[in-house]
């Protein structure tokens, strides 16, 4: 098995990868198959080898809003699992059948424990994401701002 | 000179406080200087010791769009300073008279080449706080599709 191509993994050294693919693990997923609801508890971050996954928050108890669909191998969610207080901030749903890379937080941990430097590069990758994510955001609501201007202007 | 009480440097040994402050500066600013403009080099990190600091973007050329108000000694922002491509990706602006600790990028990066678990602590927290600014930023537009469905129920 190898390491799925992955931005969080971005930098590792051969050293990191062999002990990464210790703590992996495969899963298969159907379509519409939950991986985790929002609130949950994080006790893993999730990797996708093959199909996709949907991304997605509940307006009400009626009401789905979709943030994104991850379709492409090495895209990864779950990163709740990484950061206090572990817990999924997004639901998660397998759009097709699906086959993922799961990697548990605990062993995950120890092994940060022992390698600062892993641990390094991985939070360093984690906030490069966060960021990447946050500035998509923050591009929506200025488009909902704008959407509102041009509105209020005519 | 202490340093500020601060969520990045939240788990710092002694040690680690003690080399932060060789290369920490303070710096005073008068309300209205500008700190940085979205989409400049992003060459410092920002630590409010007292004051407020606004942090906005540009909607076009004529508007203004204000993200937050930083009041809080502790408070901190510039963070596009640690992440590549270094880039500011919003701007930043005196409120009322500001001191500011300022911490340098090379500087600091130097630092945690020589000790990754200096580095491990600081992108876990700084991850930490992309991730609860993205929460927050998801929420915001979370109102906005409420407000939506809200005005075609009508």
């Known amino acids: 098995m ?90 998660a749903r397998a759009f097709q059948d699906t086959t993922l890379a799961v990697i548990n937080r605990d062993k995950l941990m120890d092994r940060i424990n022992q390698d600062p430097e892993l641990g390094y590069i991985i939070m360093s990758n984690l906030a490069k994401t966060f960021l990447d994510r946050l500035k998509e955001t923050r591009q929506e609501i200025k488009i909902h701002f704008k959407s509102l201007i041009k509105v209020m202007q005519y």
């Not at 899963?27 to 519409?32: D, F, L, P, V, Y």
């Not at 991986?35 to 990797?47: H, I, R, Y």
């Open 2 to 91: 190898n390491l799925p191509s992955c931005q969080l993994f971005e930098g590792f050294s051969d050293g990191h990868c062999a002990c990464f693919l210790e703590f992996i693990e495969d899963m298969a997923c159907k379509k519409g198959d939950w991986l985790f609801k929002e609130g949950d508890t994080a006790d893993n971050l999730f990797c996708i080898k093959n199909g996709a996954v949907e991304l997605l928050t509940s307006l009400d108890d009626r009401v789905e809003l979709p943030i994104t669909i991850l379709r492409t191998e090495g895209n990864f969610f779950g990163t709740s699992a990484l950061i206090p207080p572990y817990t999924y901030s997004l639901s």
